[in-house]
């Protein structure tokens, strides 16, 4: 099974200009690396996931959704360069985004690892890490070394 | 006390298992035994209807519906839902003690 993670769905430098800006753009590097075929599709989904409520915690966002855009469960990761990026008034803006793109076939071992990043992300230390590295490499081998988080 | 929660959510992919963790950490800071079921797209593992029935008090933190909802007959329950429970656990693991009197 192909990892969900990868070096080239990994940005530090998202510049959006607001959410939708930066779905569509993370839906665009997702297509870029041959996951998915359908850019538009992806962000159509998030954004109709997210009417619904993006979960995030201490400027963690998890944007996700069930789409028929992308081939292969991906988790797209982008740190954002502006303060643009709000998914709720409340919580503030993003700085980090998780876009979790699962296709409508999943099978169970890619909710698996899934739900398990989910849990992670409820971790100050895991948080920490992901807003430090500067390295795509250091930051995939930290999310899919999920066993020991 | 010992707590059962159940976390459930549209898409069953981040809310349920964040909100999951959640409980888990806020209830077992507490002092509490915290025991949860996720209704998540992975499918779902029971907790047995005894195990329900001898705990204290319930949370469900839950957009759709809880599945096998009468294992949860005659129980003392907090309802939330799972956007709650990931930003302020601690207002639910309160209420559970209020509720269980204890």
Redesign the interface.
């Given at each position: 099974m192909a990892s969900v993670f990868s070096k080239d769905l990994i940005t530090f430098e998202l510049n959006a200009s607001d959410k939708v800006d930066a779905i569509s753009q993370m839906a665009q590097l997702v297509v870029s690396t041959g996951r998915g075929s359908d850019a538009e599709q992806i962000a159509k989904d998030v954004l109709a996931?997210d009417e619904?409520?993006t979960?995030q915690?201490d400027g963690v966002a998890?944007p996700?959704?069930?789409t028929s855009g992308v081939s292969q469960s991906s988790v797209a990761v982008a740190r954002t360069t502006n303060k643009n990026v709000i998914f709720d008034a409340d919580e503030g803006p993003a700085e980090v985004l998780f876009m979790?793109l699962?296709p409508n076939e999943?099978g169970?071992e890619h909710?698996?690892i899934?739900?398990?990043l989910?849990?992670?992300?409820?971790?100050d230390e895991f948080t920490k890490a992901l807003r430090t590295t500067n390295d795509p490499a250091e930051l995939v081998g930290l999310l899919e070394n999920q066993e020991n988080g | 006390m010992k707590i059962v929660a159940v976390t459930s959510c549209?898409?069953?992919?981040?809310?349920?298992?964040?909100a999951?963790?959640?409980l888990e950490?806020a209830g077992k800071a507490a002092g509490h035994e915290m025991i949860v079921e996720?209704q998540?797209?992975?499918?779902y593992k029971p907790i047995a209807r005894e195990i329900i029935q001898g705990a204290d008090v319930v949370i469900f933190a839950n957009?759709v519906g809880i599945r096998d909802l009468d294992r949860f007959d005659g129980c003392k329950i907090v309802q939330s839902i799972?956007?709650t429970a990931?930003?302020d656990p601690k207002s639910l693991i309160a209420q559970a003690e209020e509720l269980a009197g204890k």
């Open positions: 996931r619904m409520g979960p915690v998890i996700h959704a069930r979790i699962v999943a169970d909710i698996t899934l739900s398990s989910a849990r992670r992300l409820m971790d | 549209a898409t069953g992919i981040a809310h349920t298992y964040m999951a963790e959640s950490r996720t998540g797209a992975g499918g957009d799972p956007k990931i930003k």
